[in-house]
């Protein structure tokens, strides 16, 4: 395997982010050859230098790197599994989302066929791929990762979490949670504005700063965590389980649904009945782990 900003590199899959991921090949240099199952999606890429290949084995015969970026694992499959036979030798760099246990099995059948596997995980919009905002986490073979990193660098920053295939994935997921439930906390609080007619972009500068400041704690709470030590500092999980049934109140009577909101209000009542009062609100980890876990490193 070689890695110098000349690799030829197939992409499989032309949605928004297959595109996006061939357009910065593209704009580095890279030979680029690109496949995707409706025919048609490749015009432009193909104005900007790609060889569009007429099947997926012509795709992964075309380079030594093969980046494939499909809705999901089962597309993965459909597409590779009828010529995994022209792996052999290659880097299969999967960055479908997808779960630890897709990833480590799809290793096992990447190994199977003689390629090496990186499986990865994107973090950001297809605009934002090329660009320096954009980071990719990878795991998997530690060989392919230092033959291409100058190659998948050009996608936005590569981070390696090592040879455990499914960490990419698991990591990519953790991220997701902690944006959700960011982003599922603005909708119920623009719902709650919105009950009144105050306009949502008069109040989303004082919501931006309020969230900066909560996430100072976050460092704090992840030692928490990681120790098993949860003192309250000042805010308790007694005070906060009973405030929050205020907020729910306050939705209801505002005429707001609470689906957002009820599963917390749920686990801190667990966290309470189960001894954690005086704790700090990180002590609610535990009850969301079916069984406790040893600590890496
Ligand atoms: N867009 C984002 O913001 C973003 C960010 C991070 C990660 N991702 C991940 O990147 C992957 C691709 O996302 P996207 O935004 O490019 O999605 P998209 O625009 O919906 O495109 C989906 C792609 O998957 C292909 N596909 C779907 N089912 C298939 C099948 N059974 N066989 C072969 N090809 C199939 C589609 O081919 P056709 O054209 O033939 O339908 C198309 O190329 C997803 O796993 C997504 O979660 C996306």
Known sequence: MTDDNRTPVTVIGL?????????????NGHPTT?????????????AR????????????TASPVVVVCV??????????????????????????????????????????HGAHYLDGGIMAVPPMIGGTGAFILYSGSAEAFGAHERTLGVLG?????????????LYDVALL????????GFLHAAALLGSEGIPVSS??????SWLHAMTGSLPEMAKAVDSGDHPATGSNLGMQAAAYVNLLEASRDQGVGTELVEPMRALLDRGVAAGHGGDGLASLVGLLRAEPVKLHG
Request: hydrophobic share 50%; glycine share 16%.
């Open 157 to 169: 920053s590569a981070m390696n979490l090592g040879e455990d295939t499914g960490l990419a994935s």
């Open 49 to 60: 230098g790609a060889a569009v290949a007429a099947t997926p084995g012509e795709a992964i």
């Open 177 to 184: 949670s902690a944006m959700y439930g960011m982003f599922g």
């Open 203 to 208: 109040f989303t500068p004082l919501l931006v």
């Open 15 to 27: 949605g928004a982010m297959g595109r996006a991921l061939a357009g910065a090949f593209l704009d």
């Open 34 to 46: 690109v496949w995707n199952r409706t025919a048609g999606r490749a015009g432009e890429l193909a």
């Open 71 to 112: 809705l999901d694992y089962d597309a993965v499959h459909e597409v590779l599994d009828p010529v995994a036979g022209f792996l052999a030798g290659r880097t299969l760099v999967n960055l479908t989302n997808g779960t630890p246990g897709q990833a480590r099995r799809t290793a096992g059948w990447a190994a199977g």
